[in-house]
C-alpha cells in the first residue's frame, strides 16, 4: 500500500519512524511519502519536507509566518492529489493535520490519526472535525479514551511509544560517555532547553543562571538535531558542554535535568531522572494561551497522566533563578528526589508496556 505520513516535530519524527519500521514487518511493499524529519528517512520513501522548515512557535510567530504555512498546506494537497496514497497518517501537529485531513477525506482516502492532538486541553471544538474526517483515531495516553468516549468517539489505546524507543536501547558507559563528548569528571546535570533557536536561547539563559550554586556539577546541553552546532558554542566553557543528537545517553548519565516543557518531560521521566520542567513564552502568546486553556491543572505529561504534581513545573514568572535553584536542589540533595523516582514507577506503569508502533501498524495495515 502506498501511505502518506506528516509528522511536524521532532518528536512525531521518532514516532512516525518507528511505526513505518513496524507497518514493513506487516506490509513488505509499504510505500512511504511523507513529511518529517531524518529518522522516517531513514526508514525509506520518499521525504517531501523537512519538520524544521514547518516549526513556528507560539501565536506571534505563527501569525508573522502565515504565508509560509498557507503555502505549506498548498504544496502538501497539490502532493497527495498526484501521489495518490491508499492511507494518510498524521501525527499530532493538528493545525496543519486537521485542514490536510478534510482535503483527503474528500478524495475518498482513509485517514488515521496517530497520536491525538490535545484536544483535551484546547480547542475541543476540534472534536467535531475529527469525527467527520478521521477514519481510525489512535490515542498514546490513557486517560484520552475516555476523553473521546465523553464525544461518542471510539478510539484504540495503542500504549505510548516512547515506551518503545526507549525499551530498544542499548545500556550507556558513563565513564564512556564522558570521554567521548570531552566532559570532565564532574556528575552531570542536562539541559533540554527545546529545538528552536529563539526558545533555546531564552531557555538556556535561564538554567544557566543557577550554576553558581551548582558548582559540583557539569552543565551539559542536549543539542537538538534541527540546529547547527555552531548555535551552541556560544553557551559553551569549562562547566558548560554540548552534546549533538544524544539526548537519551545524555539523559541516562545525568543525575538531574531542567527540561522545557513538552515530550521531552516524558521522555525525561520514562529514562528515570529527576527533573524540574520549565516553560516562558512571549507575553502576547502565554496571555493568549492561558485564555484558551480551559480544566488544565499542569503542563507537563508526567503530572497530567499522573493527576497530581509528581515534577516542579516553573512557568512564565515563576521561572527565575531563585526557583530553579530551590527545586533542582530538591531533586538532587533531598527525600524528594526518592519520592519523584518512586511516582515514575507508577507513571510507566499507567501507560502500559511497549508496542505502541506494532499495535498501532496492526490497526493501519488491516483497515479495510
Given at each position: 500500500?502506498?501511505?502518506?505520513?506528516?509528522?511536524?516535530?521532532?518528536?512525531?519524527?521518532?514516532?512516525?519512524?518507528?511505526?513505518?519500521?513496524?507497518?514493513?514487518?506487516?506490509?513488505?511493499?509499504?510505500?512511504?511519502?511523507?513529511?518529517?524529519?531524518?529518522?522516517?528517512?531513514?526508514?525509506?520513501?520518499?521525504?517531501?519536507?523537512?519538520?524544521?522548515?514547518?516549526?513556528?512557535?507560539?501565536?506571534?510567530?505563527?501569525?508573522?509566518?502565515?504565508g509560509t504555512i498557507l503555502n505549506n498546506i498548498k504544496i502538501c494537497k497539490k502532493d497527495i492529489k498526484e501521489y495518490k496514497p491508499d492511507m494518510l497518517i498524521l501525527v499530532d501537529y493538528p493545525g496543519f493535520n486537521l485542514r490536510i485531513a478534510k482535503f483527503a477525506k474528500d478524495l475518498g482516502i482513509k485517514v488515521v490519526y496517530y497520536?491525538?492532538?490535545?484536544?483535551?486541553?484546547?480547542?475541543?471544538?476540534?472534536?467535531?472535525?475529527?469525527?467527520?474526517?478521521?477514519?481510525?483515531?489512535?490515542?498514546?495516553?490513557?486517560?484520552?479514551?475516555?476523553?473521546?468516549?465523553?464525544?461518542?468517539?471510539?478510539?484504540?489505546?495503542?500504549?505510548?511509544?516512547?515506551?518503545?524507543?526507549?525499551?530498544?536501547?542499548?545500556?550507556?558507559?558513563?565513564?564512556?560517555?564522558?570521554?567521548?563528548?570531552?566532559?570532565?569528571?564532574?556528575?552531570?546535570?542536562?539541559?533540554?532547553?527545546?529545538?528552536?533557536?529563539?526558545?533555546?536561547?531564552?531557555?538556556?539563559?535561564?538554567?544557566?543562571?543557577?550554576?553558581?550554586?551548582?558548582?559540583?556539577?557539569?552543565?551539559?546541553?542536549?543539542?537538538?538535531?534541527?540546529?547547527?552546532?555552531?548555535?551552541?558554542?556560544?553557551?559553551?566553557?569549562?562547566?558548560?558542554?554540548?552534546?549533538?543528537?544524544?539526548?537519551?545517553?545524555?539523559?541516562?548519565?545525568?543525575?538531574?535535568?531542567?527540561?522545557?516543557?513538552?515530550?521531552?518531560?516524558?521522555e525525561t521521566a520514562l529514562l528515570n531522572i529527576p527533573e524540574v520542567v520549565c516553560y516562558r513564552g512571549s507575553r502576547i502568546s502565554y496571555e493568549i494561551g492561558k485564555r484558551l486553556i480551559k480544566n488544565i491543572k499542569y503542563i507537563s505529561l508526567v503530572n497530567l497522566i499522573m493527576d497530581k504534581e509528581v515534577v516542579a513545573e516553573l512557568?512564565?514568572?515563576?521561572?527565575?533563578?531563585?526557583?530553579?535553584?530551590?527545586?533542582?536542589?530538591?531533586?538532587?540533595?533531598?527525600?524528594?528526589?526518592?519520592?519523584?523516582?518512586?511516582?515514575?514507577?507508577?507513571?510507566?506503569?499507567?501507560?502500559?508496556?511497549?508496542?505502541?508502533?506494532?499495535?498501532?501498524?496492526?490497526?493501519?495495515?488491516?483497515?479495510?
Amino acid at each position: 500500500m502506498k501511505y502518506y505520513i506528516i509528522a511536524g516535530e521532532a518528536s512525531g519524527d521518532l514516532h512516525a519512524s518507528n511505526l513505518m519500521k513496524a507497518i514493513k514487518l506487516k506490509d513488505p511493499k509499504a510505500d512511504f511519502r511523507f513529511w518529517g524529519g531524518d529518522l522516517m528517512q531513514k526508514q525509506g520513501g520518499t521525504m517531501v519536507k523537512h519538520y524544521r522548515d514547518l516549526a513556528f512557535m507560539g501565536f506571534l510567530e505563527v501569525v508573522q509566518n502565515l504565508g509560509t504555512i498557507l503555502n505549506n498546506i498548498k504544496i502538501c494537497k497539490k502532493d497527495i492529489k498526484e501521489y495518490k496514497p491508499d492511507m494518510l497518517i498524521l501525527v499530532d501537529y493538528p493545525g496543519f493535520n486537521l485542514r490536510i485531513a478534510k482535503f483527503a477525506k474528500d478524495l475518498g482516502i482513509k485517514v488515521v490519526y496517530y497520536i491525538s492532538p490535545q484536544l483535551w486541553a484546547w480547542k475541543e471544538g476540534r472534536v467535531e472535525t475529527i469525527r467527520k474526517y478521521v477514519d481510525e483515531m489512535l490515542v498514546i495516553l490513557p486517560f484520552e479514551k475516555d476523553f473521546y468516549k465523553k464525544h461518542d468517539i471510539e478510539t484504540h489505546f495503542v500504549g505510548h511509544p516512547l515506551l518503545d524507543a526507549i525499551e530498544g536501547l542499548q545500556p550507556v558507559d558513563i565513564q564512556k560517555f564522558k570521554l567521548e563528548n570531552n566532559l570532565n569528571e564532574k556528575e552531570i546535570i542536562a539541559l533540554l532547553p527545546g529545538s528552536r533557536k529563539q526558545e533555546v536561547t531564552k531557555m538556556l539563559e535561564l538554567m544557566l543562571s543557577v550554576r553558581s550554586h551548582f558548582t559540583d556539577y557539569q552543565f551539559v546541553i542536549a543539542g537538538a538535531p534541527s540546529l547547527e552546532k555552531d548555535f551552541y558554542e556560544q553557551f559553551v566553557d569549562d562547566d558548560v558542554h554540548f552534546v549533538s543528537n544524544k539526548t537519551y545517553d545524555l539523559l541516562r548519565c545525568s543525575k538531574g535535568a531542567l527540561v522545557t516543557s513538552g515530550t521531552a518531560t516524558l521522555e525525561t521521566a520514562l529514562l528515570n531522572i529527576p527533573e524540574v520542567v520549565c516553560y516562558r513564552g512571549s507575553r502576547i502568546s502565554y496571555e493568549i494561551g492561558k485564555r484558551l486553556i480551559k480544566n488544565i491543572k499542569y503542563i507537563s505529561l508526567v503530572n497530567l497522566i499522573m493527576d497530581k504534581e509528581v515534577v516542579a513545573e516553573l512557568i512564565q514568572n515563576e521561572l527565575n533563578t531563585d526557583n530553579l535553584v530551590k527545586e533542582l536542589n530538591k531533586i538532587l540533595n533531598t527525600k524528594k528526589r526518592e519520592q519523584v523516582l518512586n511516582d515514575y514507577e507508577i507513571l510507566r506503569s499507567k501507560l502500559g508496556g511497549s508496542g505502541a508502533s506494532y499495535n498501532a501498524s496492526e490497526i493501519i495495515v488491516n483497515l479495510k
